[in-house]
């Protein structure tokens, strides 16, 4: 069974494949994770040689179905974790994720399974991630966009929020924008990339930083 550290390893590297594709480089992992290039592409050797990834030299890792497994469980417990926290414990929003990080590595199958049965096999986690199942299959998910890329006049709905931040999370509570909450594009500023959403009628301006992390589904 892979350490703490090597399952956050694979788990950032499938994080990074859904943005950069199959293939990511050592340096993007050790930038995700903040560990150096040289600890990074050691580790890589280490996972290879166990049948969790391929590493080559100078062309990165991909994930081998052994390793792609793991990331996947690990996810799994995290984000039902998550969920599991609010919804029974009544922790916040901005709560969560800290707490699941360190959860997620010492939960047994048989505790997430009986978990994920008690709050009713839910498909989304507290801030717009899919849940894995059981068996690993991945809810599907509606085309998303940052709020960056987002069109003027145009209505949407929040779908997600990048989680690792709880001071970004509960601004946004602070502003009223939720999971699942409909916003308009009001305005895009060009000056310093920042966007005015309006929300239930009242204008908020947002900065580039916080639009980028924030991804909406456009409604129809
Ligand atoms: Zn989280």
Do not use: C
């Not at 996810?75 to 599991?84: K, S």
């Not at 989680?163 to 999971?179: A, P």
Request: proline residues 3%; glycine residues 4%.
């Amino acid at each position: 069974m892979p350490t703490i550290s090597k399952e956050n390893y694979l788990k950032s590297i499938y994080s990074l494949n859904l943005t950069y594709g199959e293939s990511v480089s050592t340096s993007q992992v050790a930038m995700k994770l903040e560990i150096t290039n040289a600890a990074t592409s050691e580790m890589a050797r280490k996972l290879a040689k166990q049948g969790y990834l391929h590493y080559e030299k100078y062309k990165g890792v991909e994930l081998t179905e052994k390793g792609r497994k793991i990331a996947l469980q690990i996810i799994r417990r995290h984000r039902l974790w998550e969920v599991f926290l609010i919804k029974v414990l009544g922790l916040s929003w901005s709560e969560v994720h800290d707490e699941a990080e360190k959860l997620e590595h010492n939960t047994s199958e048989e505790l997430i399974n009986k978990i994920d049965k008690h709050l009713n096999y839910p498909e989304f986690d507290p801030h717009g991630h899919p849940i894995p199942n059981e068996k690993g299959e991945i809810p599907q998910m509606p085309v998303l966009v940052s709020l960056l890329e987002a069109t003027v006049g145009k209505n949407y709905k929040i779908f997600r929020v990048a989680d690792e931040s709880s001071e970004l999370i509960e601004y946004l509570t602070k502003l009223n924008l939720f999971l699942y909450q409909d916003i308009k594009i009001i305005e895009k500023l060009s000056f310093d990339n920042s966007i005015i959403v309006q929300v239930n009628g009242t204008n908020h301006s947002l900065s580039e930083k916080v639009a980028e992390k924030v991804s909406v589904s456009i409604l129809k």
